[in-house]
């Protein structure tokens, strides 16, 4: 379920018993290219998760049946269950500051307080795409770019990884005090990414370049994500590379 090739589809389980919400959660979660399993208690939720393996679990905090938290704490007591290590997010109706720390304290990933935004949705689906290091390297397109030699593209990577390295060392510094100086290398790291099949980060750096070129007083949201998709694209070149070395 978890392993992280280009594109695939997130698994859900969505324990929710409120119609208009279960509705509203299981299209735009579908919209957004997950595959939604619904229900409506919280025990039929955990007989679920421990037969199925689940990349996302989204659990209404006050289930008929069993509680979210609850559902949750057993199910990561099930060393048999299918989906015990799934990440989970709780959604409720009504959540203050101290109930949204217990239930991180309790194992949630985060939580959602209904009625939420499908924006909201869309970001915790590509959290948790980053999560798995799904989408961040499309070998398909790498392959229409540099021909069907796996090697090629493995080596063009491995150029990439160093690019990237090099960025990563001094773009906190760049950004605070020479900004200007980040629109030349993020204009040719996109050329580099399309190359290699790495569709996130390319489109990240188009963002932030506009940003800067715009010289925006404030570039920090596409900054922020750039930052993020700068470090989850290494992880997963380096995970590949490992994966590239020790197979048989």
Sequence with gaps: MNDGGSGARLHVLLAEDDAVSQCFFAETLAALGCDVDACTRGDEALLRAQARP???????????GLGGAELLARLRADPQAAARNAAAVASSAALDTAQHRALLAAGFAG??????????????????????????LDDEAALRALGPRRETMTAMRGLLAVELMQLAGDFEHRLRHDPAA??????????????????QLAAA????????????????????????????????????????????
């Design 54 to 64: 689940y990349d996302l679990l989204l659990l209404d905090v006050r289930l008929p």
């Design 111 to 136: 939580t959602l307080l209904k009625p939420t935004s499908v924006t909201a949705l869309e970001a915790l689906v590509e959290a948790q795409h980053l999560r798995l290091g799904r989408t961040l």
């Design 182 to 199: 980040l629109i030349e290398p993020l204009h040719r790291l996109q050329a580099a990414c399309g190359f290699c099949g790495v569709p």
């Design 205 to 248: 750096a188009a963002a932030l370049e506009r940003s800067l070129l715009r010289a925006a007083a404030e570039p920090a949201p596409e900054a922020t994500r750039f930052g993020a998709l700068l470090a989850a694209t290494r992880a997963a070149l380096d995970h590949a590379d490992t994966a590239t070395v020790n197979a048989p």
